[in-house]
């Protein structure tokens, strides 16, 4: 009987810590916020690529695995990706011609290394390299969304 005591307060005092540590964590607002002040477009100043191609060539692998789930295998925005809440997320489609980050290199970077708060991942927090950031944001604007 005391061993079962013993069970059962060790297993509340860990669903306790588990439900504080959940309190703890920052919200997506929090998040962005926090992404968006540690953002330093200067960093990419020091990214160099041998050729055009091969910059592009890592964009296309970056957006295959980090950004095709949502934004969908050819950026239409149609990756029916469905978040822990049971939304399905809606990104922009960058085809279109009124896409607001078009022709910005420095938004689309800023985009993806800090996030939103409906669900586009803080990439830069995640540990994204800036190179690989520069490569995807150059895919997106000179492959998916080519100036018109």
Same mark, same amino acid.
């Given at each position: 009987?005391?061993?079962?005591?013993?069970?059962?307060?060790?297993?509340?005092?860990?669903?306790?810590?588990?439900?504080?540590?959940?309190?703890?964590?920052?919200?997506?607002?929090?998040?962005?916020?926090?992404?968006?002040?540690?953002?330093?477009? !200067?960093?990419? #100043?020091?990214?160099?690529?041998?050729?055009?191609?091969?910059?592009?060539?890592?964009?296309? #692998?970056?957006?295959?695995?980090?950004?095709?789930?949502?934004? *969908?295998?050819? *950026?239409?925005?149609? *990756?029916?990706?469905?978040?822990?809440?049971?939304?399905?997320?809606?990104?922009?489609?960058?085809?279109?011609?009124?896409?607001?980050?078009?022709? #910005?290199?420095? !938004?689309?970077?800023?985009?993806?290394?800090?996030?939103?708060?409906?669900?586009?991942?803080?990439?830069?927090?995640?540990?994204?390299?800036?190179?690989?950031?520069?490569?995807?944001?150059?895919?997106?604007?000179?492959?998916?969304?080519?100036?018109?």
């Amino acid at each position: 009987m005391r061993r079962l005591a013993l069970g059962l307060m060790a297993f509340a005092l860990v669903a306790c810590q588990k439900a504080k540590s959940e309190d703890a964590q920052p919200n997506a607002a929090d998040t962005v916020a926090v992404a968006e002040a540690t953002f330093n477009p !200067a960093v990419f #100043d020091t990214v160099k690529w041998a050729s055009d191609s091969l910059r592009l060539a890592r964009g296309a #692998d970056v957006f295959k695995w980090g950004c095709a789930e949502c934004h *969908g295998p050819q *950026g239409y925005g149609d *990756g029916g990706k469905v978040t822990e809440s049971g939304d399905t997320l809606r990104p922009p489609n960058f085809h279109d011609a009124s896409w607001r980050l078009a022709g #910005d290199t420095d !938004a689309v970077r800023r985009k993806v290394y800090a996030g939103n708060t409906r669900g586009m991942p803080h990439w830069g927090l995640r540990r994204m390299e800036p190179r690989d950031i520069d490569a995807v944001a150059a895919y997106v604007l000179t492959v998916l969304h080519p100036s018109k």
